[in-house]
């Protein structure tokens, strides 16, 4: 696994962040030693999906801005089935470059496309691993719609994020302690504050009852949210 050092050297102008070659060759270790939780949400994204799928009549899932893989790798390890069908989309060739080279499997057919343009088929599970904080806020309430239309009705969707909180105290706490795990997680203070400034008008973070909101006016039923460690999040959300 490629160390992640994307922004280790002082860098003259810093530029938004993209997921570019760079950061894809780096993604694996990038995600891991950023993301409290990862390691726990991955897996449990698995069999998570593969229970949806046994009261499904449609065996298929999107793994939206799937990256390398891992998710869609979950599911395929934890469904044990033959008959499962993961559409696994992103909209960056370098990610999906990689993520062909990693997973070969007739189970998954790897999509190059927009998530806020794609066009949804009928589907037991649709996976949004920490991917909704990058599409544009106008378009967020719009998507789930299409994947409400689409989704079995006892599918499921799982939405992991970054969260913002409203009330100021927990939101410095958390943001100090998830910098408190990047540090200990090796990255420098330049590191830190470079990809923070890089990240700034690119992933547009969202508090949990903008997300609960937004999921109950696309239509669904039921959220849950089942997982949290600072402010990383994950969701259960139901028809
Ligand atoms: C943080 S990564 C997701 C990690 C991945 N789901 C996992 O479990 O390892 C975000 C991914 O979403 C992709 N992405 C961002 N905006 C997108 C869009 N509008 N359409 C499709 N993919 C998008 C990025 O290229 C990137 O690979």
């Known amino acids: 696994m490629k160390r992640d050092e994307v922004f280790r050297d002082p860098q003259q102008q810093i530029v938004d962040f993209v997921f570019d070659e760079t950061v894809a060759a780096a993604f694996t270790d990038m995600i891991r030693r ?6 726990v949400v ?3 994204t698995g069999l998570l999906a593969a229970r949806a799928l046994r009261h499904c009549a449609s065996q298929a899932v999107y793994d939206l801005g799937c990256s390398l893989g891992a998710t869609t790798l979950a599911v395929l390890r934890a469904s044990g089935d033959d008959s499962v069908q993961i559409n696994a989309v992103d909209n960056s060739p370098a ?8 997973i070969s499997d007739d189970r998954v057919n790897f999509v190059e496309a927009d998530i806020a343009t794609l066009e949804f088929e009928p589907c037991a599970v649709v996976l949004m691993n920490w991917v909704a904080q990058f599409l544009s806020p106008a378009t967020r309430l719009e998507v789930l719609q299409r994947i409400r239309q689409q989704l ?4 499921l969707l799982i939405v992991s994020e970054k969260i913002r909180f409203t009330n100021p105290d ?10 408190d795990f990047k540090r200990a997680n090796g990255y420098s ?7 923070r400034v890089a990240l700034e008008n690119v992933m ?5 009852a903008e997300h609960t909101e937004r999921f109950h006016a696309a239509g669904f039923g039921s959220v849950q949210k089942w997982f949290q460690c600072l402010n990383w999040a994950s969701f259960l959300v139901r028809p």
């Open 189 to 195: 203070e330049l590191e830190i504050s470079q990809k």
């Open 204 to 208: 547009i973070i969202d508090s949990e």
């Open 170 to 179: 927990e939101q410095t706490y958390c943001e100090q302690a998830h910098l």
């Open 34 to 39: 950023s993301v409290p939780g990862y390691e």
């Open 95 to 102: 990610m999906l470059e990689r993520a062909t080279e990693l």
């Open 152 to 155: 079995d009705p006892n599918g």
């Open 42 to 44: 991955v897996p449990m």
